[in-house]
């Protein structure tokens, strides 16, 4: 399938903003964030420059995992709202501009969903192959979990019909076979319930393990030729079903190598998902901080894959509503950024990854974080927020396991933060406390200084909105000496820009060459009021300070545009 040239391609300059409902505002003083709070916030959100929300899991659930084990994957769980509630929240934000997406969950359920309860009540049910079971015992797969802290393997035994069930992530979250057209099936008709109801798309979960095809016990009758075509049916179901309002998106989780992340875009057709996480760009982007160095970041992005459609997009974060996994890294990387940015082992979470926030890892140095968020959002591709990110909020690790960061949003210096008027006790989580508690971070007194993190993040997604170079440009590192440096430039059409950052705190001089510009052009600040031209060697030289940062426009001679 090729997507049309009159395709909306909106995703490739948008601003993406993560949103966990439980923990964002509580409107009617239960201790549970609701989708009614969210809808008095379209508004703040629409100030920061976001355009589109993706929702974490409203959907009815035990919440083992933080909402991902779904009972009912057509529900709005009534903690939140209702259907009624979740239209509204989509007419608002679509009058002011945002998209919404949805998290869409094809890998498991929960053991709590009607299906797998059928699929136990005998190994003759209809609903049996909606799932993956064995006969024979699994044997130790403790190293194949993802979660080894709480799981020690992937098989878990039914006593009710005397065999294994798989799960890759908790034994409450039984793994879908999806190579069984009955289940394929069902995925599609979720996915056309949410699109009706108004959604713009799909943040897709898990995206590997759920067209893993392996066969068990022989079931192979369902086994796809090509477990990707399943990928490419749902893209080819959402294109179809999203044509009436605007091209509708699949924003995938896939926690790969970028040669494996290819495969997973269709390749050159870029007929599977549209959009995937940089995980591996992410790990790098760590180990170049830890380090101070540019080095991993610019090789990350230089391996990116080059021959990619043009309607396929990376989306780049710096923290997300999981632990800073860093198991694409080899375990000295690993070490190496675990030494400099989670030294306790509370910061840690199963031995891969960080349970921290940014303002934490960095020690609150704000320099250091407001290079992070302008170099989040000139990386050549979309920036995704997570809630609190743009106010400098950090984490609670007395809130167990990878929930340390998802605490309530911190709206004011007031009760639970401005989040809740129940009690501290009634609470879905515990507010931060310390020094990154409401009295010190929160979204009114941001918004009333103008030097805070908030407006830095409002200055630099208006600027990101305003440089299509970035979302859409051809990327090449620009060459300087100093090891500390990250230097590059997109380039789109015939506009071009050269981003600069200083990983290191002390100050430096810059200089690089643009043999392709004409002596005399004049790189323009778009965050400042700076500005240099290129000499007679067609060089410039940039004055940086400690942890600084760069946008610089190229403004050729005769060029009315403003910059």
Not at 383 to 402: A, K, Q, S
């Amino acid at each position: 399938m090729r997507i049309t040239e009159t395709a909306d391609l909106w995703y490739k300059n948008a601003v993406v903003y993560c949103i966990d409902l439980e923990t964002y505002l509580d409107s009617d003083g239960d201790g549970i964030g609701d989708l009614h709070g969210l809808t008095q916030r379209i508004d703040y959100l629409a100030e920061i420059g976001v355009n589109c929300i993706w929702l974490m899991p409203f959907y009815p659930s035990p919440r083992r995992d933080n909402g991902y084990d779904i009972s009912d994957f057509y529900g709005v769980d009534s903690r939140y709202g209702n259907h009624g509630d979740f239209v509204e929240l989509v007419r608002l934000a679509h009058d002011r501009g945002i998209r919404v997406i949805v998290d869409l969950v094809i890998n498991h359920t929960s053991d709590q969903h009607p299906w797998f309860r059928k699929s136990r009540t005998s190994a003759q049910n209809p609903y049996r192959d909606y799932y993956v079971w064995r006969s024979e015992d699994p044997g130790d797969t403790s190293d194949q979990t993802m979660f080894p802290d709480s799981e020690d393997g992937i098989w878990t035994y039914d006593e009710k019909t005397g065999e294994w069930y798989l799960h890759h992530f908790l034994h409450t979250q039984p793994d879908l076979n999806t190579a069984n057209p009955a289940v394929r099936d069902e995925i599609a008709k979720i996915m056309g319930f949410w699109l009706q109801v108004g959604v713009d798309g799909f943040r897709v979960d898990a995206v590997p393990f759920a067209i893993n095809q392996t066969t068990f016990e022989g079931r192979d009758e369902h086994d796809l030729d090509e477990p990707h075509d399943y990928l490419r049916a749902l893209r080819a179901f959402l294109q179809r079903r999203s044509s009436g309002h605007g091209s509708a998106i699949m924003l995938g989780e896939v926690n790969l190598p970028h040669e494996e992340q290819m495969t997973f875009f269709g390749g050159e057709d870029g007929d599977q998902l549209t959009m995937q996480f940089d995980f591996f760009t992410n790990q790098r982007l760590f180990l170049g901080l830890a380090r101070q160095q540019a080095a991993p970041l610019a090789d990350a992005l230089a391996s990116r894959p080059q021959n990619l459609s043009l309607e396929t997009q990376y989306a780049n974060f710096l923290r997300n509503h999981d632990e800073l996994t860093l198991d694409l890294l080899t375990e000295q990387e690993r070490e190496e950024v675990l030494d400099a940015f989670a030294p306790e082992e509370e910061h840690r979470f199963a031995g891969r990854g960080i349970r921290r926030r940014l303002p934490g890892m960095f020690g609150g140095d704000p320099r250091r974080l407001r290079m992070a968020y302008s170099l989040l959002f000139a990386l050549p591709g979309t920036p995704v927020l997570f809630y609190g990110e743009e106010i400098g909020m950090g984490e609670n690790l007395d809130v167990p396991g990878r929930e340390a960061v998802r605490t309530p949003m911190q709206w004011a210096d007031a009760k639970n933060g401005g989040f809740s008027t129940a009690k501290p006790s009634q609470l879905a989580r515990a507010v931060a406390e310390g020094s990154y508690a409401p009295e010190h971070i929160n979204a009114a007194e941001a918004r009333r200084d103008q030097d805070s993190l908030l407006h830095h993040v409002i200055r630099l997604a208006k600027r990101y909105r305003e440089s299509p170079e970035i979302g859409w440009g051809a990327f090449e590192v620009v060459e300087q000496e100093h090891e500390q440096v990250m230097a590059h430039r997109v380039t789109w059409e015939d506009r071009s820009m050269v981003l600069l950052h200083n990983l290191r705190s002390e100050p430096v001089t810059v200089s690089f060459e643009l043999q392709d510009e004409e002596v005399g052009a004049e790189l323009v600040d778009l965050l400042d009021e700076a500005s240099c031209v290129l000499d007679s060697d067609h060089t410039a030289e940039v004055q940086m300070g400690g942890y600084g940062y760069r946008w610089l426009r190229i403004r050729r001679a005769g060029d009315p545009r403003l910059v």
